[in-house]
DNA sequence: AAAGCCACTTGACATATATCAAGAAATCAG
DNA sequence: CTGATTTCTTGATATATGTCAAGTGGCTTT
């Protein structure tokens, strides 16, 4: 199996001649720290997996950015509304380091149900448990202080802690830099 | 059409005679005030349609309760999680008045898809769809302060605004009811 | 109509977190 | 290696929001 292949036997259960069918329609990219992988406005046309780097995904305010999320290696990343439902893209997604991905554009992963049967039914456990992620997400905005947020994501993304700036952290978090280097201050003693 | 196939009709774009199918396999229920759609850790077998009344879906927490959404008539409703990776329910969901519901089992969803040959691909965009509902309430909570949620949702739920009690709109915006409360006498100027 | 129960409001005060500004540390470019 | 940016830390202070407690008003029950 292609490194490829590995990664999406991990997220899917793929027969080993289905991996290879879907992995053929992927093509392998790089981006250069600060390159865009998406921007605001621009239409989605492309899932791609990363296989190293970091991307941030963000928006842009009159005075300020805001970041959703970074998305590291073994995540897939797209903007899911405007690749499925043609709208204009609501976030930029921006390498935060020199980044490789293997890109499947919309045309080629539309007919992946050609290839497998079994992938309406794939996709659909996929796109499942990524939203109840977000009902996590959610869960933990509403009933966490500043402190458990930073502690739950460190315990269940360390390894990204220390790669990731600070601010984009904090964004993420919805605390600021400042709060963040507070409390790991404070957990030192 | 029925009043539930109208419903169906706004989601999902089928032929009057799949409307008439899918319809079918829904049983009218209601649920007292008070009573329990789900409980947190049970698993959940049905979707259901709210024809009239509120749920309140939430979790307990050993001091207090959060309060994840509230869902009024004309959503769905479920525990996606659960239904689809047959996990415990990690909610509570409970009527906040007399509720009318149209309900699904899980087996006869899971048939759907041979009722209906376009069935995959409409889910997936219904999912598609909810999940980002997901993302723009993360970036409202990640990006607004307490009064521009509080704005922002009054703008988008009018119509449940005066009936839903404080403390359960304010634990879904995290916030207090105090801090409602205050938001609106300000607003009075 | 009275009593009791809620939900909501209000005020006083507490606290978490943000803001601003300065300095220290790390990273980058030449 | 060195200076120039950028990022991180820290302190002082401000602000938004939470907490607690009391009071008001509206419903419901009898």
Wanted: net charge neutral.
């Amino acid at each position: 199996m292609t490194e490829l292949e590995q990664y999406l036997h991990s997220y899917f259960a793929f027969e080993r001649e289905d991996l290879y069918k879907v992995a053929q329609l992927f093509r392998k990219s790089t981006l250069k720290k600060g390159d865009y992988y998406l921007q605001t406005g621009k239409i989605c046309n492309k899932l791609s997996f990363i296989q190293s780097g970091m991307l941030r995904i963000f928006v842009s305010q009159e005075d300020r950015e805001v970041t959703q999320w970074i998305s590291t290696k073994g995540y897939f990343v797209t903007d899911l509304a405007s690749l499925v439902f043609r709208t204009p893209g609501r976030w930029n997604m921006q390498a935060l380091t020199d980044t490789e991905l293997y890109t499947i554009e919309k045309a080629d992963y539309d007919r992946i149900g050609e290839l497998i049967p079994r992938w309406p039914e794939t996709e659909r456990l996929f796109i499942a448990h990524c939203f109840t992620i977000m009902e996590d997400r959610i869960f933990n905005l509403l009933s966490m202080t500043a402190e458990q947020r930073y502690n739950f994501f460190f315990e269940h993304n360390r390894e990204i802690f220390n790669q990731v700036p600070l601010q984009y952290l904090a964004s993420m978090l919805g605390m600021t830099p400042e709060t963040i280097s507070r409390i790991r201050r404070k957990q030192l003693s």
